[in-house]
């Protein structure tokens, strides 16, 4: 497994694509979005808004899934300080719980959770947490809640975990097979990231560079996409 913080993703040089943002909200039916925010650090307006290509091949990804069952995004853009705010607190989370390890694998335990903010995609438009919602509303058995740690599920929110119930692998497999059909490609350690353009992306689909940088939140202010009808 790679990991966020590999030599290899940090050698990934960013072409810096200027395509615009698309708000999640408005695409289709079958994207349903967790308006409550009530399991996100992040308070930005634009936390359901990507980048035209990830909300084009998410819509494109929607349409695999069987009838009845939707996608669910939990989060999407995320601002760069609140990147590394989450980053930090992880970090002084572990270092106060994790005393038996050295300093250099608490990082690497941090970053299994919460990507570097110099990595990061989800401040670039690339990245989605995702998971799935039935047409009543109700969200699938993933196996372990969206955001919980490895570390507190002996390491069940890991895509391929095999210690959770038949039920949560057959959901994990209808989300993975969807998304991966589409180009997006998974952060093992956490069965809800996806994404599309960014530097780890670029690695394991053997791309020369990632196609996003970070943004600021008035940069998107002034790029949004004109999806109007996409439903």
Same mark, same amino acid.
């Given at each position: 497994?790679?990991?966020?913080? =590999?030599?290899? &993703? ?18 289709? +039916? #079958? ?23 990830? $909300? ?11 009838? +009845? ?23 002084? *989370?572990? #270092? ?5 390890? @050295? ?20 401040? @670039? %438009?690339? $990245? ?7 047409? /009543?509303?109700?969200?699938? =058995? ?6 919980? !740690?490895? +570390?507190? !599920? =002996?390491? $069940? ?19 993975? #097979? $969807?998304?991966?059909?589409? %180009?997006? &490609?998974? *952060? ?8 599309? %353009? ?6 394991? /689909?053997? /791309? ?24």
């Amino acid at each position: 497994m790679i990991l966020i913080n =590999d030599i290899e &993703v940090i050698q990934i040089p960013v072409r810096n694509s200027k395509e615009p943002f698309c708000n999640l909200k408005e695409i289709n +039916g #079958r994207i349903k979005v967790d308006s409550s925010m009530s399991q996100i650090a992040s308070k930005s307006e634009y936390f359901c808004y990507v980048r035209e290509t990830i $909300a084009i091949k998410l819509l494109e990804a929607a349409l695999l899934l069987p009838e +009845g069952i939707n996608f669910y995004i939990k989060e999407a853009y995320r601002p760069l300080q609140q990147q590394i705010d989450s980053f930090n607190s992880v970090l002084e *989370y572990n #270092r106060k719980n994790l005393k038996e390890l @050295t300093e250099h694998e608490i990082y690497l335990e941090t970053c299994k959770y919460v990507a570097p903010p110099e990595l990061a995609p989800h401040p @670039t %438009g690339a $990245a989605i947490d995702i998971t799935l919602i039935s047409d /009543k509303g109700i969200e699938s =058995d993933m196996g372990t809640k969206f955001n919980e !740690t490895p +570390g507190e !599920t =002996d390491n $069940a929110t890991y895509l391929h975990a095999e210690n959770i119930p038949k039920e949560a692998r057959e959901n994990r497999f209808i989300l993975s #097979r $969807a998304l991966s059909r589409m %180009g997006f &490609v998974n *952060y093992e350690p956490e069965w809800w990231h996806w994404s599309i %353009g960014d530097r780890y992306w670029a690695l394991l /689909k053997n /791309k020369e560079a990632a196609k996003y940088g970070v943004v600021d939140e008035n940069w998107i202010k002034h790029n949004i996409c004109g999806n109007t009808g996409w439903k």
